[in-house]
């Protein structure tokens, strides 16, 4: 059981992109950020590497990630410290029956250093001639300071009751 766990936890984190590490202001010109996501399931702990890119003008950001799928985004300033973030991730699990699609949209709020992001995910997926879809959700905290971001995210979906912890940090350049 243990094992299915862990299989399950490493699929799930390929079909969603279970780090925001994304400040709430959109950058203002361009940024790598590189970085690792530890996922914990019963059965122990598996870890997942993250990779972005960001381009934007202060205002708008368009954002391209990979940690496992590839994500692309699109984040847009609504106040100071409070913006708008969405994106579709494209999982590497490529079925026969379709494409698995992952969407997310979620909230950023910052107070100074810190953030906080809750978003929720669509999940939908084909899988020997059934159609699954599903929501999940996430609430994520975050602590940003120059060149680094460090985060603690819950996920959760609201009919099964699971339930996944994951911590990230990352370089940002």
Same mark, same amino acid.
């Given at each position: 059981?243990?094992?299915?766990?862990?299989?399950?936890?490493?699929?799930?984190?390929?079909?969603?992109?279970?780090?925001?590490?994304?400040?709430?202001?959109?950058?203002? %010109?361009? @940024? !790598?950020?590189? +970085? *690792?996501?530890?996922?914990?399931?019963? =059965? &122990?702990? #598996?870890?997942?590497?993250?990779?972005?890119?960001?381009?934007?003008?202060?205002?708008?950001?368009?954002?391209?990630?990979?940690?496992?799928?590839?994500?692309?985004?699109?984040?847009?300033?609504?106040?100071? %410290?409070? @913006? !708008?973030?969405? +994106? *579709?991730?494209?999982?590497?699990?490529? =079925? &026969?029956? #379709?494409?698995?699609?992952?969407?997310?949209?979620?909230?950023?709020?910052?107070?100074?250093?810190?953030?906080?992001?809750?978003?929720?995910?669509?999940?939908?997926?084909?899988?020997?001639?059934?159609?699954?879809?599903?929501? !999940?959700?996430?609430?994520?905290?975050?602590?940003?300071?120059? =060149?680094?971001? #460090?985060?603690?995210?819950?996920?959760?979906?609201?009919?099964?009751?699971?339930?996944?912890?994951?911590?990230?940090?990352?370089?940002?350049?």
């Amino acid at each position: 059981m243990r094992v299915f766990l862990a299989a399950m936890a490493l699929v799930l984190a390929g079909c969603l992109p279970v780090a925001v590490l994304r400040t709430p202001e959109p950058v203002s %010109g361009r @940024s !790598l950020t590189f +970085g *690792l996501s530890a996922v914990g399931v019963e =059965g &122990g702990v #598996g870890f997942i590497p993250y990779a972005a890119y960001a381009q934007g003008d202060g205002q708008t950001e368009y954002n391209f990630s990979v940690q496992m799928g590839f994500r692309a985004g699109i984040k847009h300033a609504l106040a100071p %410290g409070f @913006s !708008l973030d969405m +994106g *579709l991730t494209l999982p590497p699990l490529l =079925g &026969g029956g #379709g494409v698995p699609l992952a969407l997310d949209a979620g909230l950023l709020v910052g107070l100074g250093d810190v953030y906080l992001s809750p978003r929720v995910h669509w999940i939908g997926f084909q899988s020997q001639n059934t159609s699954v879809a599903g929501l !999940l959700y996430q609430a994520t905290l975050g602590y940003a300071r120059e =060149g680094f971001l #460090g985060e603690g995210s819950i996920l959760f979906s609201g009919q099964e009751g699971g339930l996944m912890l994951v911590v990230s940090a990352a370089a940002r350049f």
